[in-house]
Structures are given as structure tokens and as C-alpha cells.
């Protein structure tokens, strides 16, 4: 079963601009990731956010956490081409240590 | 350092048949774990293995089993193969059990049972 429900399934943009995606989640974490995978290819880790945490930078990535509404959201700023990809969150919950994933936002970058 | 390495990317087999999937952890890791991807879908846990042993496992039917050797490298064995285990199978290392961190994927091996 998923654990996550990601907003909008699909999301297209022109590069330069800044993309959002959003992720709910039904359960206690211990911390919530998100993937990145190009079709067909196997996932790449971009950030994690832990519990405790409300906020993440990384390059132009940015994640927020929410734990009362368990949601979060990943921003990528100044959008390139090479952003194209399926974007997943994932849950780790408090009673073990597999990861749960959504069912991804899928992002087209138009150049 | 040596990413994590699945065989074979493709293969191609009929319902009822047998199945084997191979993957090798990156270096130093000693927890494995696997997944099924369907198409458009997210990557839903089948199991994990820990120093050979597994350690939680999701909602997948007893056709579905795996080993892991010493080397930490692991195996994943799809016994009666139905339509519906075509997919995208992932294998994710971690270096140790518990972490609390990212998994490193392999680029998965594509199933398509006929």
C-alpha cells in the first residue's frame, strides 16, 4: 500500500521557473525523503527532512515539513531541462526502517 | 566505490515460469532491500535482508523470497510468475540496519511476464 499521495501527478513548466510538489502521509515518521527518477532508471536520493525538522536546503531544493499536517513539499528553483524527471517522497515510519514511497509527481521542464 | 549493480536490466518470461534477479550492494553496505515498480507507479516494498537474514517484509505473496550471502549481495526469486509481476524491480542498499538515511538504488531490472 502507499503510504503517500502526491500533488499534482503531473506538473509542466517552462525552465526558469520554480516548481512545487506536495506529499501527505497517514503515519508517524522518523523522516521523509524524496527521490528523483528519470524513466525507466533506477531512483536518485535528493533530501532528507527529518521529524524534528521544518525546513531543508539543499542547492535549489527546498523541503519543508509539517508534522501536525503530515505534509510536505519540495521546491526546485530556476527550473533546467535536465529537472525532467518523476519526483517521489518517501516515509520512513517510527516502526522500522523501510521506506514507504508515493506514487511521484511526474515534471516536465520545457526549454 | 562501486554503486549498486542489478542483473539482468531486461528479461522476458511467460506465466508460470521462474525467476531470478541479482543485485550487489555498494561497497560497505550490509542491509538490502527490494522493490516492485509498476508502471506509473511508486516503488512498493516486497523485503529487506540483514547479515543474511530477513528483516520485515511487505505485503508480497510467499513466491516471493530472497537471499543475501556474505558478500551482502542478494537474490530475489519470483516463483509461478503471473501477469501482474511485470515491473520495474529495484534493489536499494543501505550501510547499515536502522539507518535512518538514503537508500542507494540499482537501475533495476525490467520484468515483463507474457
Known amino acids: 500500500s502507499q503510504q503517500g499521495e502526491e500533488d499534482p501527478q503531473a506538473l509542466s513548466i517552462q525552465e526558469g521557473e520554480n516548481a512545487t510538489m506536495n506529499c501527505s502521509y497517514k503515519?508517524?515518521?522518523?523522516?521523509l525523503q524524496w527521490y528523483r527518477q528519470n524513466s525507466g532508471r533506477g531512483l536518485v536520493h535528493l533530501i532528507l527532512i527529518r521529524s524534528n525538522e521544518r525546513e531543508k536546503h539543499s542547492g535549489r531544493l527546498r523541503v519543508t515539513l509539517d508534522t501536525s499536517k503530515k505534509s510536505s513539499s519540495l521546491l526546485i528553483t530556476a527550473s533546467r531541462a535536465a529537472d525532467t524527471a518523476s519526483y517521489f517522497c518517501?516515509?520512513?515510519?517510527?516502526?522500522?526502517?523501510?521506506?514507504?514511497f508515493g506514487e511521484g509527481t511526474q515534471l516536465t521542464v520545457n526549454p | 566505490e562501486t554503486g549498486v549493480t542489478q542483473s539482468p536490466t531486461h528479461l522476458i518470461k511467460t506465466r508460470g515460469q521462474q525467476v531470478t534477479l541479482r543485485c550487489s550492494s555498494q561497497s560497505g553496505h550490509n542491509t538490502v532491500s527490494w522493490y516492485q515498480q509498476a508502471l506509473g507507479q511508486g516503488p512498493q516494498f516486497i523485503f529487506q535482508y540483514y547479515r543474511e537474514e530477513e528483516n520485515g517484509r511487505g505485503n508480497f505473496p510467499p513466491r516471493f523470497s530472497g537471499l543475501q550471502f556474505p558478500n551482502y549481495s542478494s537474490e530475489l526469486n519470483v516463483n509461478a510468475l503471473e501477469l501482474d509481476d511485470s515491473a520495474l524491480y529495484l534493489c536499494?542498499?543501505?550501510?547499515?540496519?536502522?539507518?535512518?538515511?538514503?537508500?542507494?538504488f540499482g537501475e533495476g531490472s525490467r520484468l515483463t511476464v507474457l
Open positions: 536499494a542498499s543501505s550501510p547499515q540496519l536502522g539507518t535512518t538515511g538514503e537508500l542507494f
Open positions: 503515519t508517524s515518521i522518523n523522516n
Open positions: 518517501a516515509t520512513e515510519e517510527t516502526s522500522g526502517s523501510r521506506l514507504t
